[in-house]
């Protein structure tokens, strides 16, 4: 029973086009985050949610807008997709000072 | 400017060997978090340490948290083919939000 679980887990787009990625935690954390990992495999958080409530913006571009329809869920949308934003996206949940529990990765190639 | 430095980048080793690898901040951190990520799969929790000069084990691979609680190192011991993976450290920033920065990893490739 995968803990935390992320759709699709290989997006293959064209410039300007708008996709979402969905990421789903059957952990019961309160807290969800998105990061993204370069090609040199550096990880950076984008967004992070608290019980639903944005908690953290970390000067992503405007295309990308997070969505968490509850806690339980945290979806990424991002819009007029760049050839700059092919990269590995990882969703990722945590409760209290606990570690991370992060999904498989969802890899986007915007081509 | 990195908050957290790990090194090496790379490392490639026989299989049985022993290796260590290392992060270094410049700041003074409460905890750091060790976490290794295999291809295709997202960073995976080995071992948070909290308290400065604490070590832990997990099988044969030992962690330690610097007395300064400024860096830690990861040793392992005879390593084998399934260690090979990339090592991230990461610090949990406490000023508003919380949240985990990672430093830019270890590539570690373990040869049989």
């Known amino acids: 029973d995968t803990a935390v679980s992320q759709t699709p887990k290989y997006l293959v787009t064209q410039m300007g086009n708008d996709k979402s990625i969905k990421c789903e935690q059957n952990l019961g954390h309160d807290t969800m985050y998105w990061y993204k990992q370069d090609s040199k495999k550096f990880l950076k958080i984008m967004f992070s949610y608290n019980n639903k409530e944005l908690i953290i913006n970390e000067t992503v571009p405007n295309r990308f807008s997070p969505k968490s329809p509850d806690k339980a869920h945290l979806n990424l949308h991002i819009n007029s997709l760049e050839l700059g934003d092919s990269a590995v996206y990882f969703c990722?949940?945590?409760?209290?000072?606990?570690?991370?529990?992060f999904g498989s990765g969802t890899r986007l190639t915007v081509v | 400017t990195q908050l957290l430095e790990q090194s090496p980048q790379f490392l490639s080793i026989q299989e049985g060997e022993n290796l260590t690898v290392y992060c270094n901040s410049s700041?003074?951190?409460?905890?750091l978090q060790w976490y290794r990520q295999e291809p295709g799969e997202g960073p995976v929790l080995l071992v948070t340490?909290?308290?400065?000069?604490e070590v832990k084990k997990l099988k044969r691979l030992t962690f330690q948290f610097g007395d300064a609680r400024k860096d830690s190192s990861l040793h392992i011991t005879a390593a084998q083919p399934g260690d090979t993976g990339l090592y991230l450290c990461?610090?949990?920033?406490?000023?508003?939000?919380?949240?985990?920065?990672f430093g830019q990893g270890t590539r570690l490739t373990i040869n049989p």
């Open positions: 990722a949940s945590s409760q209290g000072r606990s570690g991370y529990t």
């Open positions: 340490v909290v308290t400065g000069g």
């Open positions: 700041s003074v951190f409460s905890s």
């Open positions: 990461a610090l949990r920033l406490i000023q508003g939000a919380q949240k985990l920065v």
